[in-house]
């Protein structure tokens, strides 16, 4: 009789920063994870070890197989090394390993490049083998017929669900990755394969990880019209949010249906409301648009029962301390009702990184090592209109005014009357208080957190 074989997938977590799993509400289940489990067959055995819950501790593996960020890469590392002090072969997949490859391969045995549908089968079958490739490049293939994670390896404590319906953008920010992991071809899962995977997700709230969930064009449009109607015609009874351009604010049918479908909140990347930080970081549809037209997009949204998620960066080259306050004040005072602020951050594979790295303007560049720093939060180069301690106070500053539990009441109060829905209200009161932890534990210490003050309100 064959002997089962056991792979051990790890999802790592950086032990530098918490961020996102500060609090349960923020974690997100490891799609990609689950994704490779499904399509591992049922000759091995798979386990999976997830640091939103557990810190690693060695199992016993025949494979091991990690994915991680670019602000994780490092603990990714280390367990890797605990595997191959051992002698079991580690394959790393994800954006980071994909971004540097070279990286990588100093620390496991193989790497998968992008998407990994194409490359497991083969990876399996070498690793069955002893013949593992260092490289297995993945495709960019149609999404028809995917596998649907393997969510029972999940852990049960996760608030959201997790599910994607595209993939690519065609569009080009200059501080995004996406476009050098999934393309700039626009790919679209078809609506009656995302129900059908949607009925099988337990969670109550569901996140929708696509970076534009109605696409580019009227073929895409449609389909994401049909998936909303979907929803209500099976009575799939689900709240959740998503992440859109700021066109769908063009589109009342689209926002009607979604809002319908349980659609609470859209993440918008606002990103700035100044032309000359937007023209920067190559944001085109917001320029084309123009920041005059943000209030009509968050009204039209609102219309629909649907609260905004704005996001917004701080520290675009251009940038000054006026403008960043200023950019604060916006934020606080806009129709935005939850919001997001973030340092904009050279990631590997992207071009504000080689941008920078060319200008010698990478301040934090002992890697990987460093890579740790590299989280969203710490300012990791050099300003072009201020210093580094002088951008990373007046980041401090603006979290505390943004964050401020009175604004956010007044943001919920507007969101209420805006939209209608309690629901919603909800919702984004939520949002807005696991952004605030998190930020507050990055930037001040656990006695300025004051978490409970007021928080009350709509518990």
Not at 189 to 201: F, N, Q
């Amino acid at each position: 009789m064959m002997r089962r074989r056991k792979l051990v997938l790890v999802n790592p977590v950086s032990r530098l920063r918490a961020g996102f799993s500060i609090n349960r509400s923020s974690r997100f289940p490891p799609l990609g994870l689950g994704v490779v489990a499904s399509l591992t067959p049922p000759s091995w055995d798979v386990e999976l070890v997830d640091e939103n819950f557990e810190e690693f501790t060695y199992r016993d593996a025949d494979l091991v197989g990690i994915t991680a960020f670019t602000s994780s890469a490092n603990r990714a590392y280390e367990t890797a090394q605990a595997y191959r002090d051992e002698g079991i072969p580690v394959v790393m997949g994800g954006i980071h390993a994909s971004m540097c490859q070279q990286e990588a391969l100093q620390f496991v045995d193989a790497i998968v490049v992008g998407e990994v549908e194409s490359v497991w089968a083969k990876v399996l079958e070498d690793a069955v083998s002893g013949t593992l490739q260092s490289v297995y490049q993945g495709t960019w293939q149609d999404l028809t017929n995917l596998k649907h994670p393997q969510r029972d390896i999940f852990h049960k404590d996760y608030v959201f669900g997790s599910i994607q319906t595209s993939r690519g953008c065609p569009l080009d920010c200059n501080f995004c990755s996406v476009t050098g992991f999934n393309g700039r071809r626009y790919r679209r899962r078809l609506p009656a394969e995302v129900l059908d995977e949607l009925e099988t997700i337990p969670q109550q709230l569901i996140f929708f990880v696509d970076d534009n969930i109605i696409g580019y064009g009227r073929q895409n449009r449609e389909l994401a019209l049909e998936l909303f109607k979907g929803m209500v015609e099976r009575g799939i009874e689900k709240d959740w949010f998503c992440q859109a351009s700021v066109n769908i604010a063009d589109d009342p049918e689209i926002l009607e249906w979604a809002g319908r479908a349980g659609c609470r909140l859209i993440f918008l990347g606002i990103e700035a409301e100044d032309v000359g930080a937007l023209g920067a970081i190559n944001k085109r549809l917001n320029l084309k648009r123009g920041t005059s037209s943000y209030e009509a997009t968050f009204d039209r949204i609102h219309a629909a029962g649907i609260a905004v998620l704005g996001a917004f960066i701080f520290g675009i080259d251009g940038d000054t301390p006026e403008t960043l306050y200023s950019r604060a004040e916006y934020m606080i005072n806009s129709g935005v009702d939850v919001m997001q602020a973030t340092a904009i951050t050279p990631l590997p594979g992207t071009r504000v990184f080689q941008q920078m790295k060319e200008e010698g303007r990478l301040l934090r560049t002992n890697f990987p090592h460093d890579w740790d720093r590299y989280n969203l939060t710490e300012v990791v180069f050099q300003p072009t209109k201020m210093g580094v301690n002088e951008l990373s106070q007046i980041m401090r500053d603006c979290v505390r005014r943004i964050w401020d539990i009175q604004v956010l009441k007044a943001k919920a109060k507007r969101t209420l009357e805006v939209t209608g829905r309690w629901e919603t209200t909800q919702f984004a009161w939520k949002a807005n208080l696991s952004y605030r932890d998190i930020a507050f534990a990055d930037c001040y210490s656990s006695d300025d957190l004051d978490k409970s003050k007021g928080a009350e309100l709509f518990v």
